[in-house]
């Protein structure tokens, strides 16, 4: 037997056999380790770095700069925070020579191939600490090029978010850059302090972050926009009146062109023509929003405004928190006079601004720099190669993973009674869904985006199905008509764009990756649980029809008949499965058969074929349970350890198939799912609701040894919490159902 930590540690030692109390535990702690918060908005330079679709960093500096001389040399500098110890793969492209310096270490320098040749590609694996991390490139200019591309391998995946190094410049997001220079300054020298002053090292550091003379003499929007007569542009701060009780608050300054001010909704000023303002209204402790509105005539347009109570200024903060932001106002246009937007449309962001009725160009929140944004990101819980969980919450993320562990949240919260459970979980799945019409604009503007970067960038299963149909589950909290539009975009992806083999089996072209032309287990839950809510929200019969359609197909490349298993991986490029049966892989397939039974009329031509198919699994899955009562991760492999999440997916399916009356000969799997539970309850899950063997995130591979000592377990990993929290939520449905009286009939 397997042993994760002393029995006596156990959920089971602490609370026997109450389900519902070990539930609650597993839901809390999940809660209280991943608080709800979102995306950290800072300080962008449009005029800085910004990355390619595959997620690199373009520092290609013989664009920038094609003054430069050969011989002359660049610097590119950026910091990265991680919340704890991290590995990651990254990778280059030379356009010349190159050396990386990684934490002020030389790690990397270029070879002559990596220079000259174009398509080549260098991985580096680097192995972060907690705090702070610098990345520091030195560029020389040859005639093969001048500076790099750089990021993380799977970038999507494996986010790998920069902030600007030096005071001047904390809290920013991006890399800085030099010009050019005749000599390298840091030969035989220390790099330059990330926590100093630009100025310190003498060199002109880019982007440019401050506007010159002239451009500061004009007023704020014609800095920003230029003249635009007949145009719109908004200005939105706070007012912050620390004096207690109610106070008057005098709002003076001047308007060039027509002025509207609101103050918490309430319009407090309008101006027909440009000129000198002075207002008075009542203000109240606290903070205030405070928005502008500012049309231009046809000379100039912008605005100065200060606050005094009693003569005291009364100061301006940021409405939302901007790292790296000093200016307290934020803007946005310019727009046309014929877009209508109420006050409420403007104080938020997470929307995009038309600038136009007759035009799809939209725009976002800006600052008064020059070609300066604010830009959210996703800063929580980074992913690592070795699939670590972070120090810092997995909200707002929309992943896999993360999809189970929802569904496994609401089916909890659900069961419990706990309305704070599900709008915890409806809250994340919205913090994603809210931010998703910006996010498309994002990845438009800078090429690769800050933010839900898998659901934007769909390019497989794994992308869209998982946390799609968590989003739907969702959707019976709160039919957000958000969930729909992105719903019905997921739809058309894998009803209509997802690769498939001639029979109409999908499968994974990744075309030069290491799973370049394969079909996986795992994609049945991938693909089948969203296609049956989607049918069942929508009506739309053929998702129905295709999820069932999957499962034979699958059934006929990956099913091991002689011992009712599945193979992980069908490899295609040679014409065989693997052979290999991964634990979680056929969980994630009885996993997804129970969704599919479920959803699937009676008279429907497929039923039949796939109830036998499942009492076949079963059958098959029942023989190889361990005495412990969990599953090998190999499944017939007595020599692999034992692991918890194809467990909890095998009692959750077999309480299913015993409730729904799936199973031909259910006692059998009323005592392997109790028997599964049992075991989890005192191997797996101990007195604090934590998660133990879950196996990391998996490739493929022909071999048993791979899966058994590859990849190892991962405390909480998110493939687990989330399928914990089912079983258990089924095992009590099947303990209920069980206690029910028989009906007697007469």
Request: charged share 20%; glycine share 8%.
């Amino acid at each position: 037997m397997t042993i994760y930590f002393n029995e006596q540690e156990s959920i089971q030692t602490r609370l026997g056999n109450d389900n519902k109390q070990t539930l609650k535990v597993l839901a809390d702690r999940y809660i209280g380790a991943n608080p709800p918060v979102p995306f950290a908005f800072r300080v962008f330079s449009r005029a800085g770095v910004l990355q390619n679709e595959k997620g690199m960093f373009d520092l290609d500096l013989g664009s920038r700069f094609p003054d430069a001389k050969p011989g002359q040399f660049s610097y590119a500098y950026a910091l990265v925070w991680s919340d704890g110890e991290r590995n990651l793969d990254v990778l280059f492209n030379c356009l010349g020579p190159i050396q990386f310096y990684f934490n002020d270490e030389l790690t990397y320098r270029s070879t002559v191939i990596d220079e000259i040749k174009p398509d080549a590609t260098v991985k580096l694996n680097l192995d972060f600490v907690k705090g702070w991390n610098r990345l520091f490139i030195k560029a020389k200019h040859t005639a093969a090029g001048f500076g790099c591309l750089f990021g993380s391998d799977e970038a999507k995946v494996r986010i790998l978010n920069v902030l600007a190094p030096f005071t001047e410049r904390k809290g920013q997001a991006g890399w800085v850059f030099s010009s050019p220079i005749d000599n390298d300054v840091f030969e035989g020298r220390s790099l330059p302090d990330a926590m100093s002053s630009e100025k310190n090292n003498g060199l002109r550091w880019l982007p440019n972050r401050e506007w010159d003379e002239n451009e500061l003499s004009l007023p704020v929007f014609e800095r920003l926009f230029g003249r635009q007569p007949g145009k719109q542009a908004f200005a939105w701060t706070q007012l912050n009146n620390v004096r207690p009780g109610r106070e008057t608050c005098v709002i003076k300054g001047h308007a060039s062109g027509a002025l509207t001010v609101w103050l918490e909704g309430k319009l407090v000023l309008e101006l027909t023509e440009a000129g000198n303002f002075h207002v008075e209204v009542p203000l109240a402790y606290g903070q205030h929003h405070l928005l502008i509105r500012n049309i231009c005539g046809n000379n100039t347009w912008g605005f100065t405004l200060e606050a005094y109570i009693d003569d005291e200024v009364v100061p301006f903060s940021l409405p939302k928190q901007v790292h790296g932001a000093a200016d307290p106002w934020l803007h946005l246009g310019p727009l046309s006079a014929n877009i209508s937007l109420a006050y409420e449309d403007l104080v938020q962001t997470d929307r995009v601004y038309t600038i136009d009725v007759n035009a799809e160009e939209k725009t976002y929140w800006r600052l008064d720099r020059p070609n300066t944004w604010i830009r959210p990101y996703y800063e929580n819980a980074m992913l690592s190669n070795k699939w670590t969980v972070g120090n810092v919450t997995n909200y707002a993320r929309w992943d896999y993973p993360l999809g189970v562990t929802i569904y496994g949240l609401l089916q909890t919260g659900r069961l419990l009674e706990r309305s704070d459970i599900t709008k915890y979980a409806l809250d994340h799945v919205q913090s994603c869904t809210d931010m998703f019409a910006y996010s498309l604009w994002d990845r438009e503007q800078y090429g690769f985006p800050a933010i839900n970067q898998q659901l934007v960038m769909m390019k497989m299963l794994d992308n869209c199905g998982s946390f799609g149909s968590a989003m739907l589950e969702a959707y019976q909290e709160d039919e957000d008509q958000g969930f729909m539009a992105i719903a019905n975009r997921i739809a058309n992806f894998i009803l209509h764009g997802l690769e498939r083999k001639e029979d109409g089996a999908f499968y994974r072209i990744c075309q030069d990756e290491y799973s370049e032309n394969t079909m996986w287990a795992d994609d049945l839950y991938m693909s089948t649980p969203f296609l049956c809510r989607y049918a069942r929200i929508t009506g739309v019969s053929e998702a129905l029809d295709e999820a069932a359609k999957q499962f034979l197909l699958f059934r006929k490349y990956l099913y091991m008949p002689e011992e009712r298993i599945m193979s992980h991986v069908f490899d295609f490029k040679y014409g065989m499965p693997t052979g290999i049966p991964w634990g979680r892989g056929n969980g994630w397939t009885l996993f997804s058969l129970t969704e599919v039974l479920e959803a699937l009329p009676a008279s429907h031509e497929a039923r039949p074929a796939l109830v036998d198919f499942f009492n076949d699994l079963c059958g098959g899955y029942a023989d190889l349970q361990a005495d412990s009562g969990l599953w090998h991760q190999v499944l017939n492999d007595t020599d692999a350890y034992e692991e918890a999440s194809c467990t909890a997916m095998f009692a959750y399916s077999f309480a299913r198939g015993v409730r729904f009356g799936w199973l031909k000969e259910p006692q059998q799997f009323i005592e392997a799912a109790l028997k599964a539970w049992d075991g989890l309850t005192r191997i797996a899950i101990d007195a604090q609701g934590n998660v133990h063997g879950v196996c990391s995130g998996s490739r493929y591979a022909f071999t048993a040894d791979y899966y058994k000592k590859d990849l190892l377990t991962v405390k909480n990993d998110n493939h687990g919490v989330g399928i914990m929290m089912l079983a258990g939520s089924e095992v009590v449905k099947l303990n209920q159902w069980l206690a029910e009286p028989l009906e007697v009939t007469q």
